[in-house]
């Protein structure tokens, strides 16, 4: 393509604007979505949100330093405003670890849980766990129904329950 005055070639070239910014903002905006996509963290896309704010002004002509500034403003925006709210929606069924997705459960006792002697067992999904009472004055005998309020190390912190498992 000629240099002809109307091309965006010319307009680069004529108007000063630097191209070597705006390819920069290009490569930092991949590589931001880059990062994001292989996390899935919600770690880098404020930031890559900020670099595509500032292409689109390198590609205007905007100073560099108004470029820095933008990145900063709308990166720091992003990650104040939308990232609560995307952590709520886009990450509220995650469980972190597979304990954790025994909290709330139901178990039995299978050795008496009493946490002044350090003694108690019980099963929960087939599989025996030491077990020790949420409140240390109470103490649960060997059939007792429990419900799993916690998980401290390997041992389940328990409550005794009313429903049927």
């Known amino acids: 393509m ?4 109307g091309s965006f070639a010319y307009y680069w070239l004529r108007k000063g ?4 910014a705006a390819i920069y903002w290009l490569i930092a905006f991949v590589v931001l979505l880059g990062i994001e996509a292989a996390t899935m963290a919600l770690t880098t896309i404020w930031f890559a949100g900020g670099a595509l704010v500032a292409f689109v002004l390198a590609l205007l002509g905007v100073s560099v ?3 820095l500034a933008a990145f900063v403003i709308v990166s720091f925006i992003l990650l104040f405003f939308t990232r609560p709210f995307a952590l709520k929606y886009v990450n509220h069924n995650t469980v972190k670890t597979n304990s954790e997705s025994l909290i709330g459960k139901h178990a039995k006792v299978t050795s ?6 350090g003694t108690g067992a019980a099963v929960l999904n087939g599989q025996e766990w030491t077990a020790r009472a949420e409140d240390d004055g109470k103490i649960y005998p060997a059939g007792t129904l429990v419900e799993v309020k916690d998980i401290r190390g390997v041992k389940l912190i328990v409550s005794e329950t009313q429903e049927e498992a």
């Open 2 to 5: 000629k240099d002809m005055p």
């Open 17 to 20: 604007i630097d191209k070597m």
């Open 65 to 67: 330093q108004v470029q």
């Open 112 to 117: 008496e849980v009493n946490n002044t002697e």
